[in-house]
């Protein structure tokens, strides 16, 4: 497992790299300083797992995570509680208080071998195409989450932003649809209109609809017309 270690305290990097030292399953691949730096060794490194710090000069943690089109696992370290509840609200891998415990950084290692024997054929990578099975940040407000994609079945356009379909709930992202669209794995997603791209995993009946469209309802309750423009793609795909 390739590990990155972000955090401004250089002792705490050292400290961290030294205890990880005890685990020959896990490879430093780099440290960095801040969110900017950490950003460019993201996209170099694809690393499986981020040991991220929360309260950095610049950016925080949190926001870090919202520019990264695809997350690996999160293990957040700092040394104060209060963002305790706000990690657990994220549903990141674990959360290490500083200074870290080695027995309870142990706990967090052997989380991180059990993922990584479901994953092992579906590693973080850096490709254009992203996976069903990666998952993506996402921040509203004070709210934070970690979805899979096979999670989401529906992303809409709401002027400049998009919101995102899950379980119950329907946060705002700061993306543009259509670079969303090229990103996303045709086999599973597709454009049903200028407004929305479904995630076709997640479809429950189809019905004809005016003008040579098609109404198509999703397991959320949803229900989304696809354009005349993309019926016939649609009815190709769907081999109707």
């Given at each position: 497992?390739?590990?990155?270690?972000?955090?401004?305290?250089?002792?705490?990097?050292?400290?961290?790299?030294?205890?990880?030292?005890?685990?020959?399953?896990?490879?430093?691949?780099?440290?960095?300083?801040?969110?900017?730096?950490?950003?460019?060794?993201?996209?170099?490194?694809?690393?499986?797992?981020?040991?991220?710090?929360?309260?950095?000069?610049?950016?925080?943690?949190?926001?870090?995570?919202?520019?990264?089109?695809?997350?690996?696992?999160?293990v957040f370290i700092t040394a104060y509680d209060e963002f305790a509840i706000k990690a657990f609200e994220v549903s990141a891998l674990d959360y290490l208080m500083k200074p870290v415990q080695?027995?309870?950084?142990?706990?967090?290692?052997?989380?991180?071998?059990?993922?990584?024997?479901?994953?092992?054929?579906?590693?973080?990578?850096?490709?254009?195409?992203?996976?069903?099975?990666?998952?993506?940040?996402?921040?509203?407000?004070?709210?934070?989450?970690?979805?899979?994609?096979?999670?989401?079945?529906?992303?809409?356009?709401?002027?400049?932003?998009?919101?995102?379909?899950?379980?119950?709930?329907?946060?705002?992202?700061?993306?543009?649809?259509?670079?969303?669209?090229?990103?996303?794995?045709?086999?599973?997603?597709?454009?049903?209109?200028?407004?929305?791209?479904?995630?076709?995993?997640?479809?429950?009946?189809?019905?004809?609809?005016?003008?040579?469209?098609?109404?198509?309802?999703?397991?959320?309750?949803?229900?989304?017309?696809?354009?005349?423009?993309?019926a016939a793609r649609f009815k190709d795909r769907m081999s109707l």
């Amino acid at each position: 497992m390739k590990a990155l270690i972000i955090d401004d305290e250089r002792l705490a990097r050292k400290e961290l790299i030294t205890l990880l030292g005890e685990y020959s399953d896990i490879e430093i691949a780099g440290e960095a300083t801040n969110a900017d730096e950490a950003l460019e060794m993201i996209n170099e490194l694809n690393p499986d797992v981020l040991f991220l710090d929360i309260q950095m000069p610049g950016k925080t943690g949190f926001e870090l995570l919202e520019t990264l089109d695809v997350v690996p696992e999160v293990v957040f370290i700092t040394a104060y509680d209060e963002f305790a509840i706000k990690a657990f609200e994220v549903s990141a891998l674990d959360y290490l208080m500083k200074p870290v415990q080695p027995e309870r950084l142990g706990e967090t290692v052997e989380k991180l071998r059990k993922i990584e024997l479901v994953t092992a054929d579906n590693p973080i990578h850096s490709s254009k195409v992203l996976s069903i099975e990666d998952q993506v940040f996402v921040k509203d407000g004070d709210k934070c989450w970690f979805v899979k994609l096979a999670d989401i079945r529906l992303f809409e356009s709401d002027g400049n932003y998009i919101k995102v379909h899950f379980e119950t709930f329907k946060p705002m992202i700061h993306k543009s649809l259509n670079a969303l669209d090229e990103k996303l794995d045709s086999r599973y997603f597709f454009r049903a209109s200028r407004k929305h791209i479904i995630n076709l995993s997640w479809l429950e009946s189809i019905e004809t609809w005016f003008n040579g469209g098609l109404m198509v309802k999703l397991r959320g309750g949803e229900k989304i017309e696809v354009s005349r423009r993309q019926a016939a793609r649609f009815k190709d795909r769907m081999s109707l």
